[in-house]
């Protein structure tokens, strides 16, 4: 089932970002991983809304608040980010989103509203299973396996092209 995105008037996202890094700090303590203030700021910055986040906008907004902020400074924390299972690298935009489930291993499938750029993970792992065997029946080894579904999210489809 998709993490939905609620309409802006029913969502609180502040509620919604402070959950997310709650999860992620369980989850880092649990793994005995040190999620320090700025990979929790970057990992803030990227949970801020429910679009994925380029690498470089992540930049932009740390150099405006930590005058040192440079490229690599940000790489190391998205790597870290990612490899502890607190956001996911989606690939089609090369950018990055925030993860829905944290403590529980899974593979990446995501809807990608291709006019807002919203995107919605998808909580199922059924999909990647599905891929996994087809894979294997075709001697295949699977190393690694993200599924990004392009179209129109539910408020995008219903507003007339622009």
């Avoid at 899974?106 to 599905?130: S, Y």
């Avoid at 295949?140 to 408020?155: P, Y």
Wanted: aromatic fraction near 4%; include cysteine.
């Amino acid at each position: 089932m998709p993490r939905k995105v609620p309409a802006a008037a029913a969502h609180d996202h502040r509620a919604c970002l402070q959950q997310a890094l709650a999860e992620a700090e369980h989850a880092c303590a649990a793994r005995g991983l040190r999620l320090t203030p700025l990979r929790r700021r970057v990992l803030e910055l990227i949970w801020r809304g429910h679009s994925a986040v380029k690498a470089y906008d992540l930049l932009e907004q740390l150099q405006r608040e930590r005058a040192g902020a440079a490229p690599p400074t940000v790489y190391r924390a998205l790597e870290f980010l990612a490899q502890a299972g607190l956001i996911h690298r989606i690939e089609s935009l090369n950018a990055f989103v925030g993860c829905a489930a944290p403590r529980q291993p899974h593979r990446g499938q995501f809807l990608i509203c291709r006019r807002c750029e919203n995107v919605a993970e998808l909580a199922t792992d059924r999909i990647g299973r599905m891929l996994g065997q087809a894979a294997a029946r075709s001697g295949f080894k699977v190393e690694r396996q993200v599924v990004e579904i392009s179209g129109l999210c539910a408020r995008c489809a219903t507003q007339p092209a622009r």
